[in-house]
């Protein structure tokens, strides 16, 4: 630093410890040294130690390999040359600044640093979700491309055939797009408006009948049962989002269930909690697999061939979270899936 900046910093009303205590952003000053060992800590403001941690080693003299232990990271701070370094840590990545500071014969060493967890995670969700959406799409698309070759080529008997795959392609590509809005709206929205009044016996009549024909042409059951002490309430819920987390899960259902099993739809009361069952007798899902469940596109090994757009129960999870319950899946290979939901009355 010129000496007439020091001068000027020095004639200031405030010190520059209380203009770094300000700032969000974490600081560090260490003394430089020709030795590691003489690169110690002369200064820190609160913000640092509220990002590294409160079991981060902060104080006076002590040396840096205690403070920032990656060699990388130690190596850059002594010696530079760059003037930024991303530390990427278990659970937080941090953008690290350095600037090296001459005064008075004396050599310091400015660290300043910033907590950009978030914004990576972020920009990685965000590729995530290009490269999954590019993928999903490029199906589709491929098929229909054939499709339209083959209508080009092929001898008309085999035209409804084609015609059937561009169909199916294009509901598919529908699908997705639908899905994709309606999750992003849901994600956008601050909270879902409980403005209905449900008696759950009705309700339940409504979505028995909607699957009926679905049951009889997998000779599935769908069962339902209701906690007897609903049998007098009014339910006060979002009935339209309701409505499609609970048929987004017995469509799951139906779809993994073993031929003439039983999907079953249970509703329970347990302090002012509506619990709410979907099970199914299906193949299961693995404990590796049953973590990204709710993952947008994310598809099971036992789904592959299957149709769907990998977001449906990415759906069901926002919505039971807008409504400010909790969805958890508890499964096993050759066995039962079973999603359960725990829903606020009030």
């Known amino acids: 630093m010129p000496e007439e900046s020091i001068q000027e910093a020095n004639s200031l009303p405030i010190s520059l410890g209380k203009i770094f205590e300000e700032l969000r952003e974490g600081v560090v000053i260490f003394s430089n040294g020709d030795e590691l060992s003489q690169v110690q800590i002369v200064f820190f403001n609160a913000a640092a130690l509220t990002i590294l941690g409160e079991d981060s080693v902060l104080g006076s003299r002590i040396p840096l390999p205690q403070v920032f232990r990656e060699p990388d990271c ?25 600037k090296l500071i001459e005064s008075e014969s004396k050599s310091y060493i400015l660290i300043i640093f910033e907590d950009i967890t978030r914004r990576v995670r972020l920009e990685e969700t965000r590729q995530k979700f290009i490269s999954n959406m590019s993928h999903e799409l490029k199906t589709p698309i491929t098929s229909m491309s054939l499709a339209l070759g083959n209508l080009q080529e092929s001898p008309r008997d085999l035209f409804d055939q084609n015609i059937g795959i561009l169909s199916r392609s294009i509901d598919r590509m529908k699908q ?27 309700f339940t009549s409504d979505i028995f009948h909607d699957f009926k024909r679905k049951s009889s042409e997998r000779g599935i059951t769908l069962v339902v049962q209701i906690d007897s002490e609903f049998e007098k309430m009014l339910v006060r ?4 989002r309701l409505y499609q987390i609970i048929h987004n899960l017995i469509s799951n259902a139906f779809k993994y269930a073993n031929p003439q099993s039983k999907v079953l739809l249970n509703f329970d009361l347990k302090a002012e ?12 899902i693995a404990i590796m697999e049953q ?15 299957l149709p769907g757009t990998g977001l449906g129960l990415s759906i069901v999870k926002q919505l039971v979270k807008k409504l400010g319950g909790t969805i958890y899946l508890k499964s096993e290979l050759g066995g039962s899936s079973v999603f359960t939901i725990s829903l606020p009355l009030t």
């Open 176 to 202: 997705l797009i639908e899905d994709l809005a309606d999750l992003s709206s849901i994600e956008t929205a601050a909270e879902l408006e409980k403005e209905d009044f449900i008696n759950l016996y009705e």
């Open 291 to 305: 973590e990204k469940i709710f993952e947008r596109f994310y598809r099971t090994s036992s789904a592959r061939g």
């Open 273 to 284: 909690q509506m619990i709410i069952q979907v099970k199914d007798e299906g193949p299961g």
């Open 74 to 98: 130690m190596k850059w701070i002594w010696l530079g040359p760059n003037a930024e370094f991303n530390l990427d840590r278990k659970y937080v990545v941090l953008s690290l600044r350095r």
């Open 237 to 240: 819920t979002n009935k339209l």
